[in-house]
Each structure stands twice: as structure tokens, then as C-alpha cells.
Antibody, heavy 122, light 106 residues
Framework: EVRLVESGGGLVQPGGSLRLSCGAF????????MSWVRQTPGKGLEWVAKITDDGSEEVYVGSSKGRFTISRDNAKNLVYLQIDGLRVEDTAVYYC???????????????WGQGTMVTVSS | DIQMTQSPSTLSASVGDRVSITCRAS??????LAWFQKKPGKAPRLLIYKASTLEVGVPSRFSGSGSGTEFTLTISSLQPDDFATYYCLHYNGASRTFGQGTKVEV
């Protein structure tokens, strides 16, 4: 079964750090770009970051540059999102999503994890 | 970064109605545009990719059209399960951007 499973969310104080993990199952992980997307309470979806199949390129939305770091371990089929200097406004459900198949012409973002909740509060 | 402007933000409709949602890009994204359905507590569900290709398993009442900077998601006959929030997403080039969302409600 093709699936993504996130972990690592929780309650963190402002200024703290958190590393989210996303495990990939049932597909050739190292052929896909991977993205993180978040949804803050009562608001819309926001794309946060993307990493290429081999980890050579990372791209971030403007608001997350400098505090967010996306990385991957292709040997373990894992993608990570490190968030430093957490702010109250980072409170959200964070999803990982299977982004683009390198050389593919089919769908992107058709596989999502269940989401992991990050709450930033004192 | 490319900005995506989605309209309307809220759409009131009834079962059986034909509804359309528009997404405009600040610059051309060619056909690299997807549509998602989002319900509370669930992950987004891909409906349409490459502007007009129906994802496997998605009912044929959903359709997408457009290219360049203007795109439309149409539901031909709204069903009870379709009341949700819909988002467009461009995935052209390095970055990605979602539209602000359209809530389809009774």
C-alpha cells in the first residue's frame, strides 16, 4: 500500500524547535520530490517546502525561509521538516505529500500523510 | 513567487446545482495546476491534475479546464458529499502555491 506517515508533532513553547518526520511506504521514494504543507486553525492550506528526489535542492515559501529546513534520507525512506524559533503562528497541522515524479507526466500531490499537529504555546 | 487568487471564497449551493470555482495565477503556470477537496480532519484529496486530468477514482461530475493563468473547477451536479473546501495549487517550477480556498456550503 502506498502511504505516508508523519510523526513528531506536539506542544512546544515559543522559541523552541521541533523535527517532524514522514515515512514513505509502498513506492520508490528516491524517484519523487517531497513537500510539506500546513493548515493553520481555521485557515487555508499553505505549501511550506519542497525537496528534490536526491536532496540536492530545497525550496521554501517566503515566510518559512531561515527557520524551516527540509531534508531527506533516501536509505530510510524518510523526509524531515526541522522548525526552529517556533512562533504561535506556526501552530498548524503539518502534512507531508508526495510531490513530483522525476521524468513523470502523471499526477503530483496524490499521496498525503494523515497530518501531525504542532501547537506552539506557553 | 507566483500568487494564486481563488474565487469565490464562499459558495452557497444546493444538491444538484452546477458550481464553478475559478483560480487565477499571477503569471503563467502552463497546465501545472491541481485541484483538491479538503474536509475537516482529513488530508487533502487530489481531484484534478494538469489542469484537466481527472485523478483515478474521482467521480466524473468533477472537471477542470484552463491553461496559462486562468483555471476553473466545475462540479456538474453537486452531491451531499461534495460540501467541502476546494483549493487550487500550482506546481510549476521550483515553488508551489495554493489558492485561498473556496468553501462550498448549503
Amino acid at each position: 500500500e502506498v502511504r505516508l506517515v508523519e510523526s513528531g508533532g506536539g506542544l512546544v513553547q515559543p522559541g523552541g524547535s521541533l523535527r517532524l518526520s514522514c515515512g514513505a511506504f509502498g513506492f520508490t521514494f528516491n524517484k519523487y520530490y517531497m513537500s510539506w504543507v500546513r493548515q493553520t486553525p481555521g485557515k487555508g492550506l499553505e505549501w511550506v517546502a519542497k525537496i528534490t528526489d536526491d536532496g540536492s535542492e530545497e525550496v521554501y515559501v517566503g515566510s518559512s525561509k531561515g527557520r524551516f529546513t527540509i531534508s531527506r534520507d533516501n536509505a530510510k525512506n524518510l523526509v524531515y521538516l526541522q522548525i526552529d524559533g517556533l512562533r504561535v503562528e506556526d501552530t498548524a497541522v503539518y502534512y507531508c505529500a508526495r510531490d513530483w515524479l522525476v521524468g513523470g507526466t502523471g499526477p503530483a500531490f496524490e499521496i498525503w500523510g494523515q497530518g501531525t499537529m504542532v501547537t506552539v504555546s506557553s | 513567487d507566483i500568487q494564486m487568487t481563488q474565487s469565490p471564497s464562499t459558495l452557497s449551493a444546493s444538491v444538484g446545482d452546477r458550481v464553478s470555482i475559478t483560480c487565477r495565477a499571477s503569471q503563467s503556470v502552463n497546465a501545472w495546476l491541481a485541484w483538491f477537496q479538503k474536509k475537516p480532519g482529513k488530508a487533502p484529496r487530489l481531484l484534478i491534475y494538469k489542469a484537466s486530468t481527472l485523478e483515478v477514482g474521482v467521480p466524473s461530475r468533477f472537471s477542470g479546464s484552463g491553461s496559462g493563468t486562468e483555471f476553473t473547477l466545475t462540479i456538474s451536479s453537486l452531491q451531499p458529499d461534495d460540501f467541502a473546501t476546494y483549493y487550487c495549487l500550482h506546481y510549476n517550477g521550483a515553488s508551489r502555491t495554493f489558492g485561498q480556498g473556496t468553501k462550498v456550503e448549503v
